[in-house]
């Protein structure tokens, strides 16, 4: 079952001698359950192209569905709801409220939709992230990989369509960076969590289902 068709996407900035095609007529969809790895040198595009698939920017020209979805056709207010509820962002700078606790982070998209969750369920997640004992802590008292792990649990709580991972290794040391993976693959395999992660580490991507490369607004390259 296919969850995301993008479909000539391009993105422009400027224009005349400023000018620059940052997405040049981008097509590929992702099956439901697929981890999808989007490699490619700084200002290949691939950060654009995630943004642009998460609703965060908008095309020059193109189209993106999500679940059959056109989401350009929304308003923004519309947009906005249904980013909400059906797309998880991981970026690489955290992004936690720092007044807010663990929990408090985690749980946060559902309170702005005005939806609960079980304490069960919460706890599961809590616990999947290894943070159990890190729950009622405020992020300035975290390690750097533990206010990741919290920024996934953010992403997860809304049970998704599609995780969006922005280089979410990227300021992490190894141990971190394994931890993060590992917890990606097994929301992945065990949960039937759609993934598409961006980064420029190979080794990185190689944990994936598929490998999409980018260069200069291009797809060149998919394994």
Known sequence: MEILKVENLTKIYGKDNTKVVALDHVSFSVKKGEFVAIVGASGSGKSTL????????????????IEGHDIYNFNDDRLAIFRRRHVGLIYQFYNLIP???IEENITLPLDLDGRSVSKEE?????????LSHRSKHLPNELSGGEQQRTSIGRALITKPSIILADEPTGNLDSKATDE????????????????IMITHNLELANVADRIIEIADGHIVGEN
């Open 50 to 65: 995630l943004h642009l698939i998460g609703g965060v920017d908008k095309p020059t020209s193109g189209k993106v569905f």
């Open 180 to 195: 993060i993976i590992s917890i990606l693959k097994k929301s992945n395999k065990e949960f039937n969590q759609t993934i």
């Open 99 to 101: 007044v807010l606790n």
């Open 122 to 130: 919460l706890n599961d997640l809590i616990k999947l992230l290894n």
